[in-house]
């Protein structure tokens, strides 16, 4: 039953036994978005994910800048400057679920000179800004990234995190992908005319669909825990293997059912007479 399943749902993609130039062009295709995918796994797990958390590190190494250092020293030392500056205007924003929180900020002495910082969320200082605040700046590498009024502090949006989760969850999620795309180019080329189950409905379609919902679900909820970002290494592949063999029980069950209703009267009567 298993076999025939899997043969059924070949034979829709299945191209035409006597033209096997297309499935090779389309394995060719896919060999390469494959390389690409691998290209853009590499570099995460290479520059994005080392260089977010070599930053970070750098931040909590930072210590304040001395007094009337010149902006050559602060480069230099790769310290904390503290700047002083007047609230001219708060605004939220809302887009579907997500929200965006904006302050703009004025040089008391220069009213013409004004920067917005962005906060992700509301609190704890946000809500408590009005026009008019006289607030304390922090500046790393030229960008606000705290500010605090009456001791409460905030990070800004510009704050170096050591939160690489979701990093690691694309970098994962594009190497799956990248082997998904290989494997099912590879069986093209070699069996332009019999690459069935490798096709796209509906084993591929599952396979990718799963990859990006497991990839994205896990970088998030592993952000939001606090888990350790190199464990999503592992947790990603374990889930999409365990959804993937789910769907397929589920798929073997429907097809082995649906054999069973267009089994022949006859065949059924037997059964049960021999019974």
Not at 76 to 84: N, P
Not at 174 to 195: D, H, I, M, N, W
Not at 216 to 243: E, F, N, Q
């Amino acid at each position: 039953m298993a076999e025939r399943a899997w043969a059924t749902a070949g034979k829709k993609a299945s191209p035409d036994r006597k033209s096997p130039g297309r499935p090779r062009l389309t394995g060719v295709a896919l060999i390469v978005l494959s390389l690409l995918w691998a290209v853009l796994s590499y570099l995460a797990f290479t520059v994005w994910v080392p260089g977010q958390q070599e930053r970070y590190e750098h931040y909590r190494a930072a210590e304040p800048c001395p007094a009337q250092a010149t902006p050559q020293e602060v480069a230099a030392k790769d310290c904390l400057t503290t700047w002083h500056f007047t609230v001219a205007k708060t605004e939220s924003t809302s887009a579907g679920k997500a929200s965006n929180y904006e302050a703009t900020l004025k040089d008391k002495g220069d009213d013409s000179w004004q920067r917005v910082v962005r906060f992700s969320d509301s609190g704890p200082l946000f809500d408590e800004l009005h026009r008019g605040d006289e607030v304390i700046a922090t500046g790393w590498r030229r960008d606000i990234v705290v500010l605090s009024e009456g001791g409460v502090r905030q990070n800004t949006s510009d704050a170096p995190r050591d939160e690489h989760q979701g990093n690691a969850a694309m970098g994962v999620l594009v190497a799956l992908l990248a082997a998904q795309s290989l494997v099912f180019g590879a069986v093209r080329l070699a069996r332009p005319t019999a690459y069935a189950p490798f096709v796209w409905e509906p084993y591929g379609r599952w396979l990718a669909f799963t990859n990006i919902c497991v990839g994205v679900g896990v970088g998030a909820a592993s952000g939001w825990l606090g888990i350790p970002w190199w464990t999503v290494l592992v947790t990603v592949p374990i889930v999409v293997c365990a959804v993937m063999a789910r769907l397929l029980r589920q798929q073997r069950r429907a097809a082995a059912s649906s054999a069973r209703v267009r089994r022949p009267r006859w065949q059924q009567d037997s059964r049960v007479s021999s019974r």
